[in-house]
């Protein structure tokens, strides 16, 4: 499963977005594409733990039940 957050524009007039993948392969290959496409991309280097208590993980949640 792919999640898809959308931010607010940058300074620069760039829209941030955020994917949240389930899947490692999926998440490597829609790295290479973006890469492949020159789209900035920030890896997260460590494992997320859903036990982990965090507030913005909390609301990212809370959006991805509504959909």
Do not use: R, Y
């Amino acid at each position: 499963m792919v999640t898809i957050h959308k931010g607010t524009f940058t300074a620069s007039g760039k829209i941030p977005v955020t994917l949240l993948v389930d899947d490692v392969e999926t998440a490597n290959e829609l790295i290479k594409l973006a890469k492949a496409a020159n789209v900035p991309v920030v890896e997260q280097e460590e494992d997320i733990s859903k036990s982990t208590i965090n507030p913005v993980f909390k609301h990212l949640d809370k959006i991805a039940s509504k959909k």
